[in-house]
């Protein structure tokens, strides 16, 4: 055999032999990839993604839509090596440390109902924020959704309960809730002043270290709203919080004269606050990428993910800054009538 072939023959076996354990190792990566776009003034599944009733609503046109990550991996479903390395190369696929999804402190399990539970407070918020916006009143209180096993919260906290003070401080929402109970440390004992079937009291936890080393109590909590009007949010399988403002837009396209979109596919993402406070968050790129697909040539994008976003942005997608949903508005009301500011990342 000649040395040309045998080197080819070496070159062969050693590539067949990197494909077959590239297959079969498996390796603690997640890759996230361009998911679904859903219009929020559409429909999923024959249903309307946002119905609402008890209050007068408008005709909508266009669409607001809203952008997912899918991803594959796990700690229960580990992708192979193979799978990891087509993902380093593709530019519309990031490949991440499972971690940084699945934390080590929870199963994938609490990873996907905590996801749930993201996604009921975003819907929740995203009403919250629209009514403010048009200055509807309303009533908010936190419950509480469940209690790990093992941790402080669990046996003393129920379902159901309504958190209405930390230590003494009346509560404005979950965040306030999250950052009374952060603002401890590991073992110091946090007063909650609750209500349990119309009765009020006050319990005694003492807080758990979390892996970075904060209080915690080991508690899921959600806003609870009392809306003068009912609004129902219908996504399927969705999950996270990420949605919060294009829900918000939906909501008050659909509950005001005129139409925000001028008819154009805009696209969008963003965590938002009962306040209309836009919020970053995870997986940017792959989320431009499925609203281009999608045909759409708007992308709301929050403030802080701005610098990440300019440097994936797919061509022919233009990049408006969200911070608040009030601005948005703005924002689209200058896209349609041709007239005042639209705020631009590549400008911030």
């Given at each position: 055999m000649s040395p040309r072939a045998l080197t080819?023959?070496?070159s062969g076996f050693l590539v067949l032999a990197l494909g077959v354990v590239g297959a079969f190792l498996k390796v603690p990566y997640v890759v996230l990839s361009p998911g679904p776009t859903e219009n929020t003034l559409g429909e999923v599944s024959k249903k309307p993604v946002i119905a609402i009733s008890g209050r007068q609503t408008y005709p909508t046109s266009?669409?607001?839509?809203?952008?997912?990550?899918?991803?594959?991996?796990?700690?229960?479903?580990?992708i192979d090596l193979m799978t990891a390395l087509r993902g380093w190369i593709d530019p519309a696929v990031a490949v991440v440390p499972e971690a940084t999804i699945f934390p080590p402190d929870q199963t994938a399990q609490q990873v996907e109902e905590q996801n749930a539970v993201e996604m009921t407070n975003s819907q929740d918020n995203a009403?919250?924020?629209?009514?403010?916006?048009?200055?509807?009143?309303?009533?908010?209180?936190v419950t509480v959704v469940s209690t790990e096993k093992g941790m402080p919260a669990h046996g003393v906290l129920q379902k159901g309960d309504e958190i209405v003070s930390i230590d003494g401080k009346p509560l404005g929402g979950v965040d306030e809730a999250v950052a009374a109970v952060k603002a401890h440390k590991p073992g110091d004992t946090i007063v909650l002043g609750i209500l349990r079937n119309g009765s009020r009291?006050?319990?005694?936890?003492?807080?758990?270290?979390?892996?970075?080393?904060?209080?915690?109590?080991?508690?899921?909590m959600q806003a609870k709203y009392k809306f003068p009007f009912e609004v129902r949010i219908n996504v399927g399988e969705v999950g996270g919080p990420s949605a919060g403002l294009m829900f918000s837009l939906g909501i008050l396209d659909k509950l005001t004269p005129?139409?925000?979109?001028?008819?154009?596919?805009?696209?969008?993402?963003?965590?938002?606050?009962?306040?209309?406070?836009?919020?970053?968050?995870g997986g940017i790129a792959?989320?431009?990428?499925?609203?281009?697909?999608?045909?759409?040539?708007?992308?709301?994008?929050?403030?802080?993910?701005?610098?990440?976003?300019?440097?994936?942005?797919?061509?022919?997608?233009?990049?408006?800054?969200?911070?608040?949903?009030?601005?948005?508005?703005?924002?689209?009301?200058?896209?349609?009538?041709g007239r005042g500011t639209v705020p631009s990342c590549a400008a911030g």
């Open positions: 080819l023959l070496v266009g669409a607001l839509r809203l952008t997912t990550v899918e991803y594959k991996g796990g700690p229960t479903n580990r009403t919250a924020a629209a009514l403010t916006e048009l200055k509807i009143p309303f009533t908010m209180a009291q006050e319990v005694s936890v003492k807080a758990a270290a979390s892996p970075q080393n904060a209080a915690r109590l080991g508690v899921s005129g139409e925000l979109t001028g008819g154009k596919s805009i696209a969008g993402t963003g965590t938002i606050t009962p306040e209309g406070e836009v919020g970053p968050i792959q989320k431009m990428v499925g609203a281009r697909k999608a045909g759409a040539s708007v992308f709301l994008t929050p403030e802080d993910n701005c610098a990440e976003a300019v440097k994936a942005a797919p061509d022919g997608l233009r990049l408006v800054k969200a911070s608040t949903l009030h601005q948005v508005v703005q924002a689209l009301d200058a896209l349609r009538t």
